[in-house]
């Protein structure tokens, strides 16, 4: 007998061939077929949904209520709208504590706050004690249309930017299993990214927001679809302290760790200096960084290199499964 | 300056790679020097050495140095039938273990019987723990490690016995470093012209273990740090030990490393785990390779607890060549398998799972010695790699 097993949420290929195999063919039409972060409908709106399963529901820098506003919100922008509005089901265990819930709704409604966004449709569902984990949440958005990305116009040279530090939402959850007995004062960068949507104008070809799999997985991604190569300097990515010093001591890649406020954004070559200066004027942009080309000289076609510290030249190929860290 | 920058200092590594040619100059062939410890395998190809030392007349092989790796099928399946048979039962284990594959799957593909679940943990201890803490439940630690991890396995079962914390138990694949080298040595199936020793294994062990392989094999070796400087430093020990003829165990991580290795340790893990006859995947039956609980410890064991019967046998995927990765007679590229059927996504044996499996970081890291990307190697260097990588 065929069944779920745990791998299929894994995001690793399990996942890709469930999508491409059995979802896309079932409900076989063109707004699913791109797989993107959010489907642009007819009269300019861009749709999209998520659903919200983390654990602890509590970590520093966030909650399941925030995370589940910005990550929609995020989807949206990245794909070239601007976010208006998000449904939000909520499915509760019996016996969560009423301060929990009543803290998480506050959350919901201060993200919503700084995104922007209205909440305009709900629905709560309450399952028996054991049946779910404390609380699920799922939200949909809807946004205008400002921009469509152009993937078609990536050129070799066209630069690769990240909008800031990558890895802290992933550490800072992984922390509050405390399962590594770590202590750290890292905080999940958890945000929404609308300040982003100005430089649809300004030269951004394509955006995504570096969630699961984190930067690596998402540009992998990206190199699959262009008839070029990428080529990412590992000197030049932004990498805080605490994230530097985790991955040292737990032996994780930061290029696998999730953002939950982090863009990685395709730039028209000949204004990526003017993006890069304007991201770091606004408040979340601070740290951005130029951190790659896409390439027609190095590497092949739909590959993603890695120039490593020391020179060398590595591929870069997207997550396999969830982060393990090894073992001696 | 820190510490760290001053092992990974590319003036430092350039300096030494300079010396390592000026003294395999002369050599006839490639000096092959066999690195244990997968750690070490890791480092050798994420800094792009594995490349660099070629070109200076060093062939780096790896070892049987990954516990996941080296750890037999029998074992990792009676792990699975554990989960999916057993109802109430908590298999405890390190993440990369989840995805070995086996003729009846992986534990991650598996579905657990009911109310029995797989729990994925970073130490030995938050398995106890977990046991402390779930009475109603059975909690199962499956542990694969060398002499780094054995003496915190070692721990939990001591504990667990004064705890008396009765639902936990340990179903082990404890392994021992100096063994398998010996049987590889006495194989011949591959020349090995010095050891790299493991850094941290040494922490505990001490270097006396190895002193066999300089007496008895007259092979040269050096104990080596994790960082690419130690790993250079070390090759220039092996390489002059060659040049001097006279083997030895030479100490290059003496920041961490002590001679006689670490007494509490070494103290722990004779109080609680007695020396047995072991299977290794790819090196058949070793005479005192592995460890197991004792016998005051018997109700800890998981294998005597819930009357496993674990035996050889049991045979890998369908054209899977660990066993001989693992030997050192294969290198993971040589593999019809090798990033075909065979990827950290479909992976048909564990050496392409472990993050230190040798197909795996070769698969991850090597990318100049696939080939896929033929401009990458500039001309003049693409010629030097051919003609040193014999």
């Not at chain 1, 809807?142 to 078609?152: E, H, K, L, S, T």
């Not at chain 2, 992986?106 to 943990?121: D, G, N």
């Not at chain 2, 007695?274 to 592995?290: F, Q, T, V």
């Amino acid at each position: 007998m065929k069944e779920v097993v745990l791998e299929l949420g894994s995001g690793g290929k399990l996942m890709r061939d469930f999508i491409s195999r059995t979802i896309v063919p079932a409900f076989s039409n063109p707004y699913l077929k791109n797989l993107s972060d959010a489907s642009h409908l007819p009269s300019g709106i861009a749709f999209t949904t998520d659903s919200y399963v983390v654990d602890p529901i509590f970590f520093p820098g966030g909650d399941i209520g925030t995370l589940a506003v910005n990550g929609t919100v995020n989807d949206l922008v990245v794909s070239g709208a601007r976010p208006r509005f998000l449904s939000l089901s909520l499915i509760l265990e019996e016996g969560l504590p009423w301060d929990v819930l009543e803290k998480i709704l506050n959350s919901i409604k201060r993200a919503a706050r700084a995104a922007l966004v209205t909440i305009a449709t709900g629905d709560t569902k309450v399952v028996r004690r054991g049946q779910a984990d404390k609380i699920y949440i799922n939200t949909s958005g809807i946004g205008r249309i400002i921009a469509r990305p152009r993937v078609d116009r990536i050129r070799p040279g066209d630069a690769v930017i990240v909008t800031g530090t990558l890895g802290e939402h992933s550490l800072a959850v992984m922390l509050a299993r405390s399962e590594f007995r770590l202590e750290s004062r890292v905080r999940s960068d958890c945000a929404p990214l609308g300040f982003l949507l100005p430089f649809w104008k300004k030269g951004a070809l394509w955006m995504r927001d570096i969630t699961r799999g984190g930067l690596a997985t998402v540009l992998s991604e990206l190199a699959e679809k262009i008839p070029h190569a990428m080529v990412i300097e590992e000197a030049k990515i932004p990498l805080s302290r605490p994230v530097r010093s985790a991955a040292e001591i737990l032996g994780i890649d930061p290029l696998f760790l999730a953002c939950e406020g982090r863009a990685v954004l395709i730039v028209a070559g000949d204004r990526a200096e003017r993006v890069l200066k304007d991201l770091r004027i606004t408040k979340q942009g601070k740290q951005a960084g130029l951190i790659g080309r896409v390439d027609d000289q190095i590497g092949r076609q739909g590959e993603l290199l890695l120039r490593t510290v020391t020179g060398g030249l590595r591929l870069l190929e997207p997550l396999t499964s969830e982060l393990l860290p090894r073992i001696c | 300056m820190s510490l760290k920058k001053e092992f990974r200092d590319q003036r430092i590594t350039a300096g030494l790679l300079k010396s390592i040619s000026r003294k395999t100059r002369g050599f006839p062939h490639a000096v092959r020097i066999m690195e244990v410890c997968g750690t070490h395998t890791m480092t050798i190809h994420r800094y792009g050495l594995k490349g660099l030392l070629e070109e200076s007349g060093v062939e780096m092989i790896s070892g049987p140095g990954c516990p996941v790796c080296i750890t037999p099928n029998e074992i990792h399946e009676a792990a699975l039938l554990m989960l999916t048979d057993r109802e109430n039962m908590v298999l405890a284990t390190f993440g990369d273990m989840t995805r070995v594959p086996t003729g009846k799957g992986s534990l991650q593909t598996a579905v657990p019987a009911r109310s029995s679940l797989l729990k994925i943990v970073y130490s030995p201890e938050e398995a106890l723990d977990l046991a402390a803490s779930r009475p109603e439940k059975e909690v199962v630690f499956f542990g694969a490690g060398f002499e780094t991890t054995i003496p915190s396995i070692a721990l939990t079962a001591k504990r667990a016995k004064e705890e008396e914390i009765r639902n936990f138990s340990v179903l082990s694949a404890m392994w021992l470093i100096p063994p398998p080298l010996r049987a590889i040595l006495e194989a011949g199936e591959t020349a090995i012209h010095g050891f790299l020793y493991p850094g941290h294994v040494s922490a505990v062990i001490g270097s006396k273990p190895y002193e066999f392989i300089a007496r008895e094999f007259r092979i040269p070796g050096a104990i080596a740090g994790f960082e690419p400087n130690d790993i250079l430093l070390a090759t220039v020990s092996i390489l002059d030990q060659i040049r001097a003829g006279i083997p030895r165990v030479d100490l290059e991580y003496k920041r961490v490393v002590d001679p006689a290795g670490n007494p509490r340790a070494l103290a722990l893990m004779e109080e609680v785990l007695e020396i047995k006859d072991a299977h290794w995947r790819g090196l058949g039956i070793i005479p005192r390779s592995g460890l197991k609980l004792r016998e005051s410890l018997a109700p800890f064991d998981a294998e005597i607890k819930f009357g496993l019967s674990i035996k050889p046998g049991s045979t890998d995927l369908p054209g899977c060549r660990c066993g001989e990765v693992l030997r050192g007679i294969l290198s993971p590229a040589q593999c019809p398998l090798f990033s075909k059927k065979c990827s950290p996504d479909s992976p048909q044996g564990p050496c392409m799972v472990s993050f230190e499996g040798a197909c795996y970081i070769t698969h991850k890291f090597g990318y100049s010695q696939k080939k896929t990307g033929t401009r990458a190697v500039p001309e003049e260097n693409a010629g030097r790699i051919r003609k040193t990588g014999r």
